[in-house]
């Protein structure tokens, strides 16, 4: 059963997408609302992982290092200024959006396999990922304008 790798990618996914918004927020501290946001989505990533841990184990999770290769060429570390948090939100966004589909095609396993557990964790951190994605973008909005017409 390949149900494994895509758990294992997830989970390892939903552990590095944590790590950056904390690099994040912690970068970019002097803009409080990215910092206390970018907090609580990463211990919502935290909180995400913790509920694939069953999973895991009943699925014998693979686990494949694509989301620390795509962690570590996304962020060789936080930039600074206002286009350093646009670029890192921009990076946070494709992170995201790697655990989005990841989310669907372990929900499509979920119910071929007719794992009504599983099936409602996705459910639920599928649609949280969907609301780190909507911030993500909506902050980007709000950045793109100062970062790239205004400074100099």
């Known amino acids: 059963m390949h149900l494994a790798h895509y758990l294992g990618l997830l989970h390892r996914s939903q552990i590095e997408l944590a790590a950056a918004f904390r690099e ?5 501290r002097d803009e409080p609302d990215v910092f206390h946001v970018c907090e609580r989505l990463a211990v919502q990533c935290d909180g995400h992982a913790e509920r694939l841990r069953p999973f895991a184990e009943r699925y014998s999770e693979e686990a494949p290092d694509e989301p620390e290769r795509l962690h570590s060429t996304l962020f060789s570390g936080p930039r600074t200024g206002g286009l350093g948090l646009l670029r890192d939100l921009h990076d946070l966004y494709l992170m995201a959006a790697e655990c989005d589909i990841a989310w669907t095609v372990v929900g499509q396993a979920a119910q071929g396999a007719r794992d009504r557990e599983l099936l409602a964790v996705v459910s639920a951190c599928e649609g949280e990922t969907a609301t780190q994605l909507l911030w ?6 709000q950045a793109a304008p100062q970062a790239l017409v205004v400074a100099a």
């Open 24 to 28: 994040v927020g912690r970068m970019h």
């Open 136 to 141: 993500l973008r909506t902050r980007m909005k």
